[in-house]
């Protein structure tokens, strides 16, 4: 994606509200299950009712101190609750219960991946708060309801600093963000569901200077390229604007995805608009330094450490390494398969290939974790064991492995059942190379007369005449000897 900010450079932050895996909401017992029927997963807390108290669930806290001990924040000991005073038809008690001055989490970063290297994007706090609830608007304009299952599931706000230059860095921050969340089984990372969701604060400056220009958010965006998209296009038109003489405003606008452009929703708020203040009903946050260490210890392999052991350890090449880890269900798929055969590139082959197109197709991956796999990875394993064992060749792989799908048996009794096993004896193969060198002559004196190209001709029919089963290697050797005239 092409940028045209002629004599202006870009400025990009993000903003990610990301919702909290837990059973249930972050101020009371209500199921925070995404799904039910409206207003089924409500109580006094969170509809806000007078005179109820809020009463903080642990794991809440426990999730953010991973989050942010996964991106290398500091972990305060004492945060502090606050009311975020605004008024939305969804949020009937008038305020959020957020954190503002004191958030538990700080100063931290995540190194991002890119085509040509890795960036750093600083994280500038990590904090809790409650969520709203939904507004549903009726179709034809008559009426509005609201939904407040919602209302009080815990929400992480994950801050950036503006370290970003270009969408694809902002996308690629946020997959980073996502796959860290998702390893870290704390966030399902579903933008469509709104369990991840993202604003983008965007800003043009003329290129060599260090002041920030007039930031402007962008809301509604659902998917990984809208927010590439929408980033694109507004930092497009705020270039348009300020060469036409124009002006920006600090505003909040919307993403509109059937017309790919931004529109304005309102003057962009200042802190000072919302009235913070710490929350009476909730007291200081204190988290000791062995809970943190507690939670430390908990923490898994993470994206990084397990992309540089699949290089290091097992061989991998980083491609492979970067698509194998982009998800901690499909990384465990893959060791699951290497630890039932220790081929680990082959292994990588088979799932980068066959297994995740399948998972694609299938649309397995919509589910935060990928349960019914195609194949059993102790299955996948044993199918790589018979092809390293020259039990069959990988042209025969692929038809036993289509038989795996359709029946669900283990390789090795596939092939038993079919007869599909490598011939690896030199008679048989011999007499398919006369036959394919008689039937095709003038071929054999083309590459007998440099046409080296034509090898891989000869290879094909006699693999073909073969039905598939001769062993390649041998085919190889035995070939050149016969077209050397050996």
């Not at 806290?61 to 004492?78: D, K, Q, S």
């Not at 709203?132 to 304009?141: C, V």
């Not at 400056?205 to 962008?218: F, Q, S, V």
């Not at 893959?334 to 297994?355: Q, Y």
Request: with cysteine; glycine share 8%; net charge negative.
């Amino acid at each position: 994606m092409s940028l045209r900010l002629g004599n202006y450079e870009s400025v990009i932050g993000l903003e990610v509200h990301a919702e909290l895996l837990t059973a249930s909401k972050i101020f009371c017992g209500c199921s925070a299950a995404f799904g039910a029927p409206p207003n089924r997963h409500t109580c006094p807390v969170c509809l806000g009712m007078p005179g109820m108290l809020p009463v903080l669930n642990r794991r809440v806290v426990e999730f953010a101190v991973r989050a942010g001990l996964a991106t290398h924040c500091r972990i305060a000991p004492v945060s502090r609750w606050a009311r975020k005073n605004y008024f939305y038809p969804d949020l009937c008690k008038g305020y959020q219960i957020s954190q503002y001055e004191l958030p538990i989490c700080e100063a931290g970063w995540i190194d991002v991946p890119l085509e040509d290297g890795t960036k750093r994007v600083r994280l500038t706090r990590i904090h809790m708060e409650e969520d709203t609830g939904k507004n549903i608007h009726d179709a034809h304009g008559s009426a509005s309801l609201v939904d407040f299952n919602r209302s009080g599931v815990p929400l992480l706000e994950i801050v950036s600093e503006p370290d970003m230059t270009w969408p694809a860095e902002a996308g690629a921050y946020l997959r980073t963000l996502r796959s860290i969340l998702q390893y870290l089984q704390i966030c399902d990372g579903n933008m469509e569901e709104g369990s991840f969701r993202c604003d983008a604060n965007c800003s043009v400056r003329p290129r060599n200077t260090m002041a920030l220009g007039t930031k402007i958010e962008i809301k509604n965006m659902n998917s990984f390229r809208a927010v590439e998209r929408a980033i694109a296009y507004e930092l497009e038109r705020q270039v348009r604007v300020l060469e036409e003489g124009g002006t920006l405003v600090q505003e909040t606008r919307l993403w509109d995805p059937d017309r790919e452009e931004t529109r304005a929703m309102r003057s962009k708020e200042s802190a000072h608009d919302y009235r913070y203040f710490p929350d009476p009903d909730l007291p200081p946050l204190v988290v000791s330094a062995s809970f943190v260490e507690d939670v430390r210890r908990s923490l898994p392999e993470l994206p990084d450490a397990r992309r540089a052991r699949f290089v290091s350890v097992l061989g991998l090449p980083e491609y492979d390494a970067e698509v194998l880890t982009a998800r901690r269900d499909v990384a465990d798929y893959f060791e699951a398969v290497v630890t039932a055969h220790p081929n680990a590139k082959a292994a990588s082959n088979w799932v980068m290939g066959d297994i995740l197109r399948l998972v694609r197709e299938q649309k397995l991956d919509d589910a935060p974790v990928i349960e019914r796999w195609p194949v059993t990875a102790a299955h996948l394993g044993a199918l790589i064991a018979l092809i390293d064992g020259g039990t069959i060749s990988g042209k025969i792989a692929k038809t036993v492995f289509e038989e795996m799908l359709a029946c669900g048996d283990a390789p090795a009794a596939i092939v038993e059942r079919t007869g599909l096993v490598q011939v690896s004896d030199e008679g048989p193969i011999v007499a398919a190379i006369d036959q394919v060198l008689a039937a095709n002559g003038a071929k054999v004196e083309e590459y007998r007369g440099g046409k080296d190209k034509l090898f891989g001709f000869f290879v094909g029919q006699v693999m073909k005449a073969t039905g598939g089963k001769a062993n390649p290697g041998l085919v190889n050797a035995l070939l050149k000897k016969k077209l050397a005239g050996s």
